[in-house]
């Protein structure tokens, strides 16, 4: 059994196969954070999709306390290890690979990646294998066509996806995305938090029709498959 749980905005904690991994752990500052940073005691990886506070998030402190590696991109890996002690990174750069037991693909976003002055690396999304599950975590991005190529060499039955507009697809993009991707389920994410992406996943929905099963997650609620 896989659990996905929805912490708010775009951050998950997911597990099976034994293993938990943490993405974009954003809970300080997160209007909609379903848990708090010191509430995770065994986390096995976190995987970080690019370099803005509101996906970096809690990310830092969470491996300090618990030995978690972070997986991220190869420039957004140097500059944490450069800034903090005590935490080991995985820098990657567009590809698969295993880390522990945990098959991972990164993939292109389009976003940008900063740490609110200077560029770091550059935006990406995961595709994680737990126990044949292969699930989609898009990142902050709009759409694209690569994303049928996803669909093509990995087939994706889960796909998170932001659709609050201004930063990231909004609800028509997205559904146009879970066309490309063929996913059985979508979860979306990054709206609501803040004014600016207050967009409602009912629309999303609506569009998305019978293309695949809309899962919709309060913050703090769990989708098991």
């Known amino acids: 059994m896989v659990r996905i749980r929805f912490l708010g905005h775009a951050a998950f904690e997911i597990e099976g196969g034994g293993k938990k991994i943490l993405i974009d752990p954003f809970l300080t500052g997160n209007p909609t954070a379903a848990a708090k940073p010191e509430e995770f005691e ?15 998030g809690d990310s830092v402190k969470i491996a300090q306390r618990t030995g978690a590696k972070i997986v991220a ?4 890996a140097n500059y944490l290890v450069e800034g903090n002690a ?10 698969p690979t295993e880390v522990d037991g945990v098959k991972l693909v990164q993939v292109p976003a389009w976003h940008s990646s900063s740490d609110g002055k ?3 690396g550059n935006a990406c999304g995961y595709i994680i294998e737990f126990e044949g ?4 975590h898009a990142g902050d991005t709009y759409v694209f066509k690569d994303m049928e190529l996803f669909a093509e060499l990995y087939g994706i039955d889960v796909a998170l996806l ?3 507009g201004h930063f990231t697809m909004g609800p028509k993009e997205a559904a146009k995305a879970v066309e490309f991707l063929r996913p059985k389920y979508v979860i979306p994410m990054h ?4 004014p600016p992406i207050a967009k409602t996943p009912e629309e999303f929905k609506e569009l998305v029709g019978d293309k695949a099963q809309v899962i919709i997650l309060k913050p703090g609620e769990v989708f098991e498959l």
Do not use: R
């Open 42 to 56: 065994k986390v096995d990886l976190i995987l970080v999709t690019h370099a803005h506070g509101d996906h970096i």
């Open 73 to 76: 991109m190869y420039d957004i």
């Open 86 to 95: 005590g935490i080991t990174t995985i820098g990657m750069n567009y590809g």
């Open 118 to 120: 200077y560029s770091i």
């Open 133 to 136: 599950i292969k699930i989609y």
């Open 162 to 164: 932001p659709i609050g």
């Open 191 to 194: 709206y609501g938090t803040f």
